[in-house]
């Protein structure tokens, strides 16, 4: 089992860029597909990006594409996400989560929210207009 732990969230204006970082515990993350959802108050969790369990394959939402990457880190066992050019509309808490082997290719992505077995506790991030 791992425990995922999100830090970086924080209060900024529209174009600034925050990085947050997901450590993990417990298990080396290379063994898990990762991602990155966001909850903004009153909606539901949604995908933001989502990593395979491989490194090769990432997906991006279309909103976030070009202003926001996710990286791996191994050696920190550390998954971050680098979100540039912010705009009020990212405004949320930001979770990573991460899924457990599975018997498909390490090159998959999982995009659902229910596809994923352990969730940090989240980290709020404010962009302000």
Same mark, same amino acid.
């Given at each position: %089992?791992?425990?995922?732990?999100?830090?970086?969230?924080?209060?900024?204006?529209?174009?600034?860029?925050? =990085? $947050? &970082?997901?450590?993990? !515990?417990?298990?080396?993350? /290379?063994?898990?597909?990762?991602?990155?959802? =966001? %909850?903004?108050?009153?909606?539901?969790?949604?995908?933001?990006?989502?990593? &395979? =369990?491989?490194?090769?394959?990432?997906? *991006?939402?279309?909103?976030?594409?070009?202003?926001?990457? !996710? &990286?791996?880190?191994?050696?920190?066992?550390?998954?971050? $996400?680098?979100?540039? &050019?912010?705009?009020?509309?990212?405004?949320?808490? *930001?979770?990573?989560?991460?899924?457990?082997?599975?018997? $498909?290719?390490?090159?998959?992505?999982?995009?659902?929210?229910?596809?994923?077995? *352990?969730?940090? %506790?989240?980290? %709020?991030?404010?962009? /302000? !207009?």
């Amino acid at each position: %089992q791992v425990q995922l732990v999100e830090s970086g969230g924080g209060m900024v204006q529209a174009g600034a860029s925050l =990085r $947050l &970082s997901c450590a993990a !515990s417990g298990r080396t993350l /290379s063994t898990y597909a990762m991602g990155w959802f =966001r %909850q903004a108050p009153g909606k539901e969790r949604k995908l933001v990006t989502a990593i &395979s =369990r491989s490194g090769v394959n990432t997906y *991006y939402v279309d909103s976030v594409k070009g202003r926001f990457t !996710s &990286s791996t880190d191994n050696a920190k066992n550390t998954v971050f $996400l680098q979100m540039n &050019s912010l705009k009020p509309e990212d405004t949320a808490v *930001y979770y990573c989560a991460a899924k457990a082997p599975t018997l $498909l290719t390490r090159d998959y992505v999982y995009t659902g929210a229910a596809d994923y077995d *352990y969730w940090g %506790q989240g980290t %709020q991030v404010t962009v /302000s !207009s």
